[in-house]
C-alpha cells in the first residue's frame, strides 16, 4: 500500500512521512525532492526558468511513477492534489492522508525557513498569513478530498500505527 500525505506547506508531510516510515521500515519518498534530484534544479528555480506549467506536469509524471509501490510513504508537495487529477489519482493507488493545519500554526513554520521559500521571501507577517487563508480556502476541496484527515496538532510517532490499525479492523 501507498500513503501520500498532503496538505498546506509546514504542515509536516516531510517530517511525519520520515518518522512514520522510519517506525515502520517503510520507504520514504519526498515528491519535491525527487523531481529537483530529477531536473537537478531547485523547485522555486524550475518555477522561476520553465514556469508552473511545466512544473505541474513533471510533478504529475512524477507522481504517478509511484504506481503500485508498496509499505510507501509520499510527501506530497502542498498544491500537488490541485492539479492534474492528482487527487483523484492518488485515491484510486493507495490511501490519502491530509495533514490539517490552521493557518496561524502553518504561518509560525514557514517563517522559521521563509528564506528557502521564495514566493514567500517578500511578504510580512500580515501578507504571509493572509495568503496561506486564501490558499487553503482555494485548496479546501482538494484537500479535503483525502481518504483520511489527521489534525497536525494532534499528531504522534504512533499515529499511523494507529491509523493503519483502523484501515485492517474496518476492512
Known amino acids: 500500500m501507498t500513503f501520500f500525505l498532503t496538505g498546506f506547506m509546514g504542515s509536516g508531510k516531510t517530517h511525519w512521512g520520515k518518522r512514520w516510515a522510519q ?11 525527487a ?10 528555480d524550475i518555477f522561476e526558468h520553465k514556469g508552473e506549467k511545466y512544473f505541474r506536469k513533471i510533478e504529475a509524471a512524477t507522481l504517478r511513477s ?7 510513504i ?12 492528482n487527487m483523484e ?5 493507495g490511501i490519502t492522508i491530509y495533514l490539517k493545519t490552521t493557518a ?11 528564506d528557502k521559500r521564495p514566493l514567500l521571501k517578500k511578504m510580512n507577517p500580515a501578507e504571509l498569513l493572509f495568503f496561506i487563508e ?6 479546501a476541496p482538494f484537500y479535503d478530498a483525502a481518504k483520511q484527515i489527521l489534525l497536525s496538532e494532534n499528531l504522534t510517532e504512533h499515529t499511523f500505527g494507529g491509523l493503519l490499525s483502523k484501515l485492517s479492523s474496518s476492512q
Request: glycine share 8%.
Open 23 to 33: 517506525a515502520r521500515h517503510y520507504t520514504f519518498i519526498d515528491l519535491d525532492e
Open 35 to 44: 523531481i529537483e534530484n530529477e531536473e537537478g534544479k531547485l523547485i522555486a
Open 66 to 72: 509511484y504506481a503500485g509501490l508498496t509499505d510507501t
Open 74 to 85: 509520499v510527501a506530497c508537495g502542498g498544491g500537488t492534489p490541485c492539479f492534474h487529477n
Open 89 to 93: 489519482w492518488m485515491n484510486d493507488h
Open 104 to 114: 496561524p500554526e502553518i504561518l509560525e513554520r514557514v517563517l522559521l525557513e521563509q
Open 134 to 139: 486564501q490558499k487553503l480556502k482555494e485548496r
